[in-house]
């Protein structure tokens, strides 16, 4: 990735763009040649990264199928061992976040993201043989899974900014996100039908889950480390070694001009992050509101992403018709997130869709609050689909909107990995949220979702006001200098 040229001059005309290297060589290219590049960036990398990220989350999330299926008693740990286990996932996550992001930095996206795949394919593999082993082989698995998964959000996040402009960030963020939102909204789809297998070969459903879900996964990482291109400067696979490029040199130069020219803080003139750049990231106060804007507003998101199940079945529903019944508001996320993605992006207004997209979770989390006793499961059920809805769609949009206030190539990098350890810390609160002593209304658990929610929302006030107020008193030759 240190081999990419550097950009020092870029003209602009109506009908094409140019730039000249520093060896003095000048590429000049036409509108409709980028728009047809673009094209093919958008089917070479995108498919490549939603499809990391639905493994991802099938991954992560299939356990809270699982739990309909006799899962804690049949393993022989308690509903609160069962949330230690979900803190361990998202602590391993958090405590390799960084150090992970710095290791993409050097070795590239195609073997360092495939890799991890691989990994934590195969401990989501061995889940599948803890039936009978207690609480130590589950926390094991719920741990190790998160240290292998750590990371690889941000590197997906983070590879992006590498191929795309501004304008085009926060939608690829938004289909970034679908792999892991069509997860969610297939994986109780999918559970339905892998736990009728009870009893064939004398596993259990959910083992049949684990173990099927998981060898997928390896499926896919090896497809990654096939496919997956090294960077736009380098767009070869390791497998074809300097046999194939995806692109010609004319075309891989237009690729880093247009990106560079658009923003000039993505050239990557090193292959390792500064310490100054990891000090300048952690000094940056602006990112605080958006940190805790996902840490309080993900919480209740990975308290559903848990319980909505086991949620539904209190509600009156059938023990594995909840499972189908839970896609529904998945589905409807999916939609909002590629709603939010292209708005966020044909009008510039990161920060407006942020704060809306918090409201509307805001609205649904406390109509769950208020209808805890309510005799009609029906109208819960709805509540419950639409706070599902609401839960995530907004969270693209803000880590796109944190992308384009990065100062450089490093800081971004390690700006996203703090986001995401942000959502993953949300986790290790949100786990905790439902217990087993406040069901089956869970009148505690619903107010502190509600609680964390309108924190959230105050949150996600304070992030748009600081860059209005920045760009009024920090004015860089008439243009703002933040993006909001």
Known sequence: MADEKQLEKVTVSSASQSFTDDD?????????????????????????????????????????????????????????????????????????????????????????????????????TFQAFIKGKGLGPYLTTRLLLGLCEAGFIPAGLYTMTRWYKRSEIS?????????????????????????????????????????????????VG??????????????????????????????????????????????????????????DTFTNWRILPHFLTTILGMASAHALGAYAPTLVIGFGYGRLQSNAMMTIGAWILLVLNLLWGWLADKYSKRGLMVF????????????????????????????????????????????????????????????????????NIAGIAGSQIFQAHDAPVYRTGWTIIVALCSASLFMSIVANAQYWLLNKFQKREGEDRYKY
């Not at 356990?63 to 006799?70: H, Q, S, V, Y």
């Not at 075309?251 to 020219?261: D, G, N, P, T, W």
């Not at 599902?388 to 990065?406: E, I, K, Q, R």
């Open 356 to 423: 809306l997209g918090v409201l509307g979770l805001w609205v649904f989390q406390l109509g769950n609050r208020l209808l805890i006793t309510s005799p009609n499961r029906d109208l819960r059920f709805g509540f419950l689909t639409m706070a599902t809805a609401f839960m995530a769609n907004w969270h693209a949009v803000n880590g796109a909107w944190l992308s384009l206030n990065a100062r450089s190539a490093g800081e971004r990098s390690i700006t996203m990995a703090i986001f995401v350890m942000g959502a």
């Open 222 to 279: 090896l497809i990654f480390i096939a496919f997956f291109p090294q960077s736009p400067a380098n767009p070869r696979s390791l497998i074809a070694g300097k046999s194939f490029r995806y692109f010609t040199e004319r075309e891989s130069a237009i690729l880093q001009a247009r990106v560079f020219k658009d923003d000039p803080s993505k050239l990557q003139p090193r292959q390792n992050v500064s310490w100054g750049e990891v000090k």
């Open 24 to 124: 003095g060589q000048e590429i000049t290219w036409t509108e409709e040649e980028e728009k047809a590049l673009l094209r093919r960036v958008d089917f070479l990398i995108m498919p490549l990264l939603i499809l990391g990220f639905f493994a991802l989350q099938i991954d992560r999330g299939n356990i809270g199928n699982a739990m309909t299926d006799f899962f804690m008693q049949e393993v022989g740990i308690t509903q609160f061992q069962f949330n230690i286990g979900q803190q361990l996932l998202s602590t391993g996550i958090v405590l390799l976040e960084i150090p992970s992001n710095i290791i993409l930095y050097r070795v590239g996206p195609t073997l360092w993201i495939g890799s991890q795949i691989l990994a934590w394919g195969a401990v989501a």
């Open 171 to 219: 939608r690829r963020f938004s289909y970034y996100f679908l792999g892991n939102l069509f997860a969610g909204a297939c994986s109780g789809l999918i559970a339905y039908g892998i736990l009728h297998m009870r009893g064939i070969a004398g596993l259990s459903g959910w083992q049949w889950l684990f173990l099927l879900e998981g060898l997928f996964t390896i499926v």
